[in-house]
T-cell receptor, first 114, second 113 residues
Framework: IAGITQAPTSQILAAGRRMTLRCTQDMRHNAMYWYRQDLGLGLRLIHYSNTAGTTGKGEVPDGYSVSRANTDDFPLTLASAVPSQTSVYFC?????????????FGSGTRLTVV | GESVGLHLPTLSVQEGDNSIINCAYSNSASDYFIWYKQESGKGPQFIIDIRSNMDKRQGQRVTVLLNKTVKHLSLQIAATQPGDSAVYFCAEMNGGSNYKLTFGKGTLLTVNP
């Protein structure tokens, strides 16, 4: 089934530990995105990638890094987790030929930093 | 910075009634808008979109209205069903912004049987 796969679905992480959230899409979309969702704040963009080999910062990039070695994968890394990074993380992808081309979200990773 | 907001954070309706969810946006350069539905424990799901050169678009039981003069967007759901209970988000996009979406904070729709 075409779509976005995120892993893990949930994780409890000790503060100070490193963690990588995985995201894979099989739709051959050029662009990929990472959002975090917090109650009362909606979805906020962390990082994005318009095409393999390029990345950019979103609204809340501090404490996160991404890489885009190929079209399908867009991992998000927390180098040293802090409790304020407790959130639900959503990966998304789109065909950036233009607006309206298949902006799709994954099912999310629920991360708790203790 | 630019923002997209919602007038009503919660909306409760009776099954069979029509629902209207409102959204205000502030970026006059936004040229594309999307409504998403998010059920508990799931990712946002595309409902309907509209481009800035349109003022109305209809889908199955849903209609989106865009008023660029007052920067207002609404989602109308006809004959609301219990399965429509979810959080609804509007999102805006500026085609010159690398197609990044800016989301509103969401409206919780509860459908009472």
């Amino acid at each position: 089934i075409a779509g976005i796969t995120q892993a893990p679905t949930s994780q409890i992480l000790a503060a100070g530990r490193r963690m990588t959230l995985r995201c894979t899409q099989d739709m051959r979309h050029n662009a990929m995105y990472w959002y975090r969702q917090d109650l009362g704040l909606g979805l906020r963009l962390i990082h994005y990638s318009n095409t393999a080999g390029t990345t950019g910062k979103g609204e809340v990039p501090d404490g996160y890094s991404v890489s885009r070695a190929n079209t399908d994968d867009f991992p998000l890394t927390l180098a040293s987790a802090v409790p304020s990074q407790t959130s639900v993380y959503f990966c998304a992808s789109s065909d950036n030929r233009g607006p309206g081309y298949g902006y799709t979200f994954g099912s999310g990773t629920r991360l708790t930093v203790v | 910075g630019e923002s997209v907001g919602l007038h009503l954070p919660t909306l409760s309706v009776q099954e069979g009634d029509n629902s209207i969810i409102n959204c205000a946006y502030s970026n006059s350069a936004s040229d594309y808008f999307i409504w998403y539905k998010q059920e508990s424990g799931k990712g946002p799901q595309f409902i309907i979109d509209i481009r800035s050169n349109m003022d109305k678009r209809q889908g199955q039981r849903v209609t989106v209205l865009l008023n660029k003069t007052v920067k207002h967007l609404s989602l109308q759901i006809a004959a609301t069903q219990p399965g429509d209970s979810a959080v609804y988000f509007c999102a805006e996009m500026n085609g010159g912004s690398n197609y990044k979406l800016t989301f509103g904070k969401g409206t919780l729709l509860t459908v009472n049987p």
